[in-house]
């Protein structure tokens, strides 16, 4: 069984008025045509989300330490500055 849910969305002229035309141009409502560009995007994010999910954790190294109590401004703007 397949639920239909009514919505109200705020689309601005210009996009209703393309989306207008590329219903009729398809031959198809607006409503079909959002509804598959939603599914588009809603796709490509889950995608993405899989993506990101499987590639893994980020690389880490050891950089050796802080060199600097950057709490102490003193001796920061000193290193900072070469001395």
Same mark, same amino acid.
Do not use: C
């Given at each position: ?17 393309? @989306?207008?035309?590329?219903?009729? +141009? ?6 079909? @045509? ?13 995608? +993405? ?7 893994? =954790?980020? =690389? ?6 802080? @060199? ?16």
């Amino acid at each position: 069984m397949v639920f239909h849910m009514k919505t109200t969305l705020n689309i601005a002229d210009t996009v209703m008025e393309r @989306l207008r035309e590329e219903a009729a +141009r398809r031959g198809t409502t607006m409503s079909a @045509l959002v509804e598959s560009g939603l599914r588009v995007v809603l796709a490509d994010d889950r995608a +993405r989300d899989v993506e990101a999910s499987s590639s893994g =954790p980020l =690389p880490s190294w050891n950089s050796g330490g802080q @060199l600097v109590d950057i709490a102490d401004r003193e001796v920061l703007y000193r290193v900072m500055e070469g001395e």
